[in-house]
């Protein structure tokens, strides 16, 4: 089982940029696909990007080319670098690790982007 823990979240204005980070812990995290999700109020939960244990990537369309997510096994820890934020980007943000069947997730956190 994998321990997730985000931060980074934040209010922001429309055009600018966060940066989150997701820290891991309890398994070897570079074993892991990783990824990045997000709730928005009274939505479903929808993938945002997520980047394989080799390091290859894909986003939702909603986000390719505003967003980027790396992962740095050294640290264990997955990133998701946002720039020319929308308020429709406001949701909570998830992270998540796969491998096999074993998924995890961590707490969330809240992004809001102010028009």
């Known amino acids: 089982q994998v321990l997730l823990v985000e931060s980074g979240g934040g209010l922001v204005q429309a055009g600018g940029s966060l940066r989150l980070s997701c820290a891991a812990s309890?398994?070897?995290?570079?074993?892991?696909?990783m990824a990045w999700y997000r709730q928005a109020p009274g939505k479903q939960r929808e993938p945002v990007a997520d980047?394989?244990?080799?390091?290859?990537?894909n986003y939702a369309d909603s986000v390719k080319g505003r967003f980027t997510i790396s992962r740095d096994n050294a640290k264990n820890t997955v990133y998701l670098q946002m720039n020319s934020l929308k308020p429709e980007d406001t949701a909570v943000y998830y992270c998540?690790?796969?491998?096999?069947?074993?998924?995890?997730w961590g707490q969330g956190t809240q992004v809001t982007v102010s028009s």
């Open positions: 309890g398994s070897i995290f570079s074993l892991y696909g």
């Open positions: 980047i394989t244990s080799a390091g290859n990537t």
């Open positions: 998540n690790a796969r491998r096999g069947l074993s998924w995890n």
